[in-house]
């Protein structure tokens, strides 16, 4: 059973950093991890995903340039480096996974992903 624990999430001023990180246990290979964020009201959404593999990135259009994800193989631990936040980044923010590629074609879909965290939460002020 693959289990995944957030960490690093908290409060930062619009144009700060945060990093934040998803430490997985119970994988076997390589698999797919991702990032979603949820905000009060709202659907959640896709950030980025990584496949272990090969550690190539996918990024949302709404993150690109200003996220950056990583994965560090012998931790079993993926980053989400996190710049110039804005206040609407602010959300509870989701690591997921599967244990298979990343594919391409439906990465913002919540059902592609097997296992989810518990989340941590960002909150970018003013």
């Known amino acids: 059973q693959v289990r995944l624990v957030e960490s690093g999430g908290g409060s930062v001023q619009s144009g700060g950093s945060l990093r934040l990180s998803c430490t997985a246990s119970?994988?076997?290979?390589?698999?797919?991890l991702a990032w979603f964020r949820q905000a009060p009201g709202k659907e959640r959404e896709w950030i980025t995903s990584?496949?272990?593999?090969?550690?190539?990135?996918f990024y949302a259009d709404s993150v690109k340039g200003r996220f950056t994800i990583s994965e560090e193989n012998g931790k079993n631990t993926a980053y989400l480096q996190m710049n110039s936040l804005k206040p609407e980044d602010s959300a509870m923010y989701y690591c997921?996974?599967?244990?298979?590629?990343?594919?391409?074609?439906?990465?913002?879909?919540?059902?592609?992903?097997?296992?989810w965290g518990q989340g941590t939460q960002v909150t970018v002020t003013v």
């Open positions: 997921a996974a599967r244990e298979a590629g990343c594919p391409f074609w439906s990465l913002s879909g919540r059902d592609v992903y097997t296992y």
């Open positions: 119970g994988t076997h290979g390589s698999y797919c």
């Open positions: 990584i496949y272990t593999g090969d550690n190539a990135p």
